[in-house]
């Protein structure tokens, strides 16, 4: 990482020409990439640390809570899993009878979660904040923006 930085800085300077406000300039966008670099390493192994792929870990983020238990935590895992494999369906929405099985799907994946810590209301909230991501990220036909090729 230290040579990356030292690289960047390097070429920076380089098309700064001696100019060290656009230098600076420069050198903060340095900053900023690599600090983006480094987050996104973060989130890719803690998504290998979970067990889980990039999809699977968002949907399990806005599931966990922070005072599960671990086997709660693998509930919660295994309901995300399970949630995702039942919902790739080809335009699904199209329709609302299909965007209403879609909502109804997720509903009933999650209760399956464990009870006490996520009593029915609970559910219900959650199953709106999976829905609305679901809506929101999956366009149907197996496309989705973790999928989507960048031109």
């Known amino acids: 990482m230290k040579k990356s930085i030292e690289s960047c800085m390097s070429l920076m300077a380089r098309i700064a020409g001696g100019n060290e406000g656009l230098f600076r300039m420069k050198f ?8 983006l670099i480094r987050d996104m ?6 998504a290998m640390r979970e067990g889980l792929d990039e999809e699977t870990l968002a949907i399990f983020d806005l599931l966990k809570k922070d005072n599960l238990t671990k086997k709660e935590l693998e509930e919660v895992k295994k309901a995300a899993k399970q949630t995702l494999e039942k919902l790739k369906i080809e335009r699904w929405r199209e329709s609302t ?3 209403a099985q879609v909502k109804t799907t997720i509903y009933d994946t999650l209760l399956w979660l464990p009870q006490e810590p ?3 209301k609970e559910i219900e909230e959650k199953t709106n ?5 679901i809506y929101t990220n999956y366009f149907g036909g197996g496309k989705s923006v973790y999928n989507v090729k960048v031109a």
């Not at 903060?28 to 600090?35: H, T, V």
């Not at 390493?41 to 803690?46: G, P, V």
């Not at 904040?129 to 991501?133: F, G, T």
């Open 97 to 99: 009878q299909l965007r």
């Open 118 to 120: 996520y009593p029915e």
């Open 28 to 35: 903060r966008s340095c900053n900023d990439l690599n600090d």
């Open 41 to 46: 390493a973060e989130e890719d192994s803690r």
């Open 129 to 133: 904040v999976i829905y609305q991501h």
